[in-house]
């Protein structure tokens, strides 16, 4: 199992920017393929991006493409999504995942805790 922890959310003005980070419990990261989702109030969870486990190959929604980056350390053990030209509508909690493998995007689990973006018009 990997423990996974999130962090970095807050509250930013529409077009800022926000960095959130997911710190992973596991010696063997770089195995897993990870992901963001985030799940706005009264909706479902949804896919935002993922990352291989090398960090080679990443993959987005088309919502966040051009203006969302993920990235990975595998050293630290974490993987970050650095969250440019924000709009009010990416409000929601934001949490990452693991899984096998950066395209099997139903696979992913080993949820953290979330991380609360909020974004102000």
């Known amino acids: 199992q990997v423990q996974l922890v999130e962090s970095g959310g807050g509250l930013v003005q529409a077009g800022g920017s926000l960095r959130v980070s997911c710190a992973a419990s596991t010696r063997t990261f770089s195995n897993y393929a990870m992901a963001w989702f985030r799940q706005a109030p009264g909706k479902e969870r949804e896919f935002v991006a993922t990352?291989?486990?090398?960090?080679?190959?990443?993959y987005y929604t088309e919502s966040v493409k051009g203006r969302f980056t993920i990235s990975r350390d595998n050293a630290k053990n974490t993987v970050y999504l650095q969250m440019n030209s924000l709009k009010p509508e990416d409000t929601a909690i934001y949490y990452c995942a693991a899984g096998p493998g950066y395209l099997r995007i139903g696979q992913f689990g080993n949820w953290g805790q979330g991380t609360q973006v909020t974004v102000s018009s």
């Open positions: 990352i291989s486990p090398k960090g080679l190959n990443q």
